[in-house]
């Protein structure tokens, strides 16, 4: 469906989710919320079963208290409704064109996401060097120390202006990200058309999007990204 009354119909489909996620979301916490009043050991369980399917519980720098208790507090909840506002905009359909958003270099240079693409091969945001080219943006902090924060993390507050956001960039590549970091212009407009916080991965060929994931840390599946790869190879 490359036309464009599919694009239309995936807008439209994109609108009538959120407003069918959030009243899901207002019901669910109401619940969530009784139940840690009656039976806090069930809701511990309920958090450690999320912290497994965002993979969480596997990761070695963080233990449950970094975490679990911060699930359905005030700051999750707006940090939810927020990443929800911000998809309203997402542009980026499987099949469909790929949104040339404008980003910024880790120096601060204007470049937008096309400037990557190269001939026709794909480019993606990690992963298969021989076959692709790779690109990381780095969004919006999904857990900054002023907002939904987990105990134990990276100290990255909101940021404010573009430095601030380049900063915290240059944290990430200080970890070897093994290919080129790019950074969202303040108004957040790639995560927005990508529809693409807190994560998500994309495999973009000669402009055209060939694999979008789902939105992270539940879609988030390197593995996906893999099996497309294998085929363009
Ligand atoms: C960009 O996203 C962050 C995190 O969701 C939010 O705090 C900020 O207000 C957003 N900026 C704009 C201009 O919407």
Redesign the pocket.
């Known amino acids: 469906m490359g036309t464009a009354i599919g694009f239309a119909v995936r807008k439209l489909w994109v609108y009538m989710s959120a407003v069918l996620m959030v009243c899901l979301a207002i019901l669910q916490m109401s619940l969530l919320k009784l139940l840690s009043f009656f039976s806090p050991g069930l809701m511990r369980k309920i958090h450690l079963r999320m912290g497994e399917r965002s993979t969480m519980t596997q990761n070695p720098k963080f233990k449950y208290e970094d975490w679990g208790p911060t699930f359905f507090s005030w700051a999750f909840i707006k ?1 939810v409704l ?2 929800n506002w ?1 998809s309203l905009g997402i542009e980026a359909f499987e099949g469909h064109a790929a949104p040339d958003t404008a980003l910024f270099t880790i120096n601060g240079e204007k470049t937008s996401v096309h400037r990557f693409l190269k001939g026709n091969r794909p480019l993606l945001v990690k992963d298969f060097s021989d076959v692709a080219d790779f690109l990381i943006v780095y ?3 999904a857990h ?1 120390t002023d ?1 939904w924060a987990f105990a134990n993390n990276v100290d990255i507050s ?2 404010k202006t573009l430095e601030e956001r380049l900063s915290a960039a240059r944290t990430l590549v200080k970890e070897n990200p093994l290919c080129t970091v790019v950074v969202d212009q ?3 407009i790639t ?1 927005s058309k990508y529809g693409a ?1 807190p994560e998500r991965l994309y495999v973009i060929q000669s402009g055209r999007v060939i694999y979008q994931g789902g939105v992270g840390p539940w879609g988030y599946k390197p593995e996906e990204v893999k099996k497309v790869l294998e085929k363009v190879k």
């Open positions: 940090a927020g990443v911000c969004l919006a902090e900054a907002a909101v940021h303040m108004s957040n995560a916080l």
